[in-house]
Nanobody, 121 residues
Framework: QVQLVESGGGLVQAGGSLRLSCAAS????????MGWYRQAPGKQRELVAV???????NYADSVKGRFTISRDNAKNTVYLQMNSLKPEDTAVYYC???????????????WGQGTQVTVSS
């Protein structure tokens, strides 16, 4: 069994900062990419940022220069530092990880339960 547990969401004023964390636990051999997605009401889920096992990153254009993704491989944890938050960043943020449970298995997607981020104007 594998679990992803997120924390760090909340309510913040525009211009403020939040830091999201997501810890993976359970039967894990290795983790490939880890990322953050978000879904606003009435919209499709979208990729916010991803970090690969080697450390390379990609960001949505809308968050470049404001958000920073990082990971601690020893703790199987991924972080999202969000600065200069805008009301349009309001959404449920979901953690994703591509996890191999054994040396010989493929990498499968696992998701966290989601954490609400609300940015007031």
């Amino acid at each position: 069994q594998v679990q992803l547990v997120e924390s760090g969401g909340g309510l913040v004023q525009a211009g403020g900062s939040l830091r999201l964390s997501c810890a993976a636990s359970g039967s894990i051999f290795s983790i490939d990419a880890m990322g953050w997605y978000r879904q606003a009401p009435g919209k499709q889920r979208e990729l916010v940022a991803v970090i690969r096992s080697g450390g390379s990153t990609n960001y949505a254009d809308s968050v470049k220069g404001r958000f920073t993704i990082s990971r601690d491989n020893a703790k199987n944890t991924v972080y999202l530092q969000m600065n200069s938050l805008k009301p349009e960043d309001t959404a449920v943020y979901y953690c994703n990880a591509q996890i191999r449970r054994t040396k010989w298995s493929g990498a499968y997607d696992y998701w966290g339960q989601g954490t609400q981020v609300t940015v007031s104007s």
